[in-house]
Nanobody, 122 residues
């Protein structure tokens, strides 16, 4: 059973940075993709970025526009999301997820962490 634990969320001012971490444990061999998603109050969960665990190829939501970077440390079984130039509209609960298909559609991910909150003040 795969478990994901996120950390690194917090409160920052607009323009600031945060690095989120997602540590995986358990059997992950069939999880080809790791992703970060977010959900703001009253809104649907949306994809932020994904990374193919086998080769490291990445995919980002258009609105990220170079501000965020997803990366992985396979030795530590950890995926990161570095978020720069944060905006108040980035305020949300951020979730890490694992699945078999690298898509920004959360439908393709079947293992989820508990989430870590990010609050960006203006």
């Amino acid at each position: 059973q795969v478990q994901l634990v996120e950390s690194g969320g917090g409160s920052v001012q607009a323009g600031g940075s945060l690095r989120l971490s997602c540590a995986a444990s358990g059997y992950t061999a069939n999880m080809n993709c790791m992703g970060w998603f977010r959900q703001a109050p009253g809104k649907q969960r949306e994809g932020v970025a994904t990374i193919y665990t086998g080769g490291g190829s990445t995919n980002y939501a258009d609105w990220v526009k170079g501000r965020f970077t997803i990366s992985q440390d396979n030795a530590k079984r950890t995926v990161y999301l570095l978020m720069n130039s944060l905006k108040p509209e980035d305020t949300a609960m951020y979730y890490c997820a694992a699945g078999g298909v690298c898509s920004l559609n959360p439908h393709w991910f079947n293992v989820w962490g508990q989430g870590t909150p990010v609050t960006v003040s203006s």
